[in-house]
């Protein structure tokens, strides 16, 4: 079970979730590899494998770290609200009243477009107050954007709010 889930209120439901996009795991995993490649090279220049381990050691904790926040991200999009998490050691949770999001844009380039993501930005108004909210690489970010808006559409109309 999920921290969101252990949050949601009564008659709350998720209706859609989503997570970081494994393109996060790229640039660590080539790093890795390269570092794994030149570890016989390093241990027959050094005599042992210290220097080896020594240069693959940081790829493989930037390859442990992106699968735990990949593991512990989470975007989620409920009947009442909007929630994001993030952060491995520090814990960050956001809540969004659906009635409070303004737009959602989604930005994308062509390698994202190919692969399955992009960049999300929420914008909150509520009163006099903006506030705006990025996440990225998000897998399916057209998806997220569609699922946080018909959510907002059906809260606004279950609450008798016109939509604006």
């Known amino acids: ?22 393109i996060e ?14 570890w016989p090279e390093l241990t027959r ?30 975007y989620v999009v409920t009947t009442e609200r909007l929630i994001t998490r993030t952060g491995i050691l ?12 303004a737009t959602v844009e989604v930005s994308q380039g062509i390698v994202g477009r190919i692969l399955g993501y992009g960049s999300v930005e929420i914008h909150t108004q509520t009163g006099s107050a903006h506030g705006t ?16 808006l018909s959510a907002r559409q059906q809260y606004l109309a279950r609450i008798g709010r016109p939509f604006r």
């Open 1 to 22: 079970m999920s921290h969101v889930d252990d949050i949601l209120g009564a008659g709350e439901r998720v209706v859609y979730r989503t997570s970081l996009h494994w």
């Open 25 to 38: 795991y790229v640039v660590p995993v080539v790093f890795l590899g390269i570092a794994m490649r030149l």
């Open 45 to 74: 220049l050094a005599g042992n494998n210290t220097l080896g381990a020594i240069v693959a050691l940081p790829p493989a904790m930037w390859v442990g770290f992106v699968f735990l926040r990949h593991r512990i991200e989470e």
């Open 90 to 101: 520090a814990r960050h949770v956001s809540t969004y009243p659906l009635d409070s999001v």
């Open 133 to 148: 909210a990025s996440r990225q690489p998000v897998s399916d970010p057209h998806v997220w954007q569609r699922e946080i």
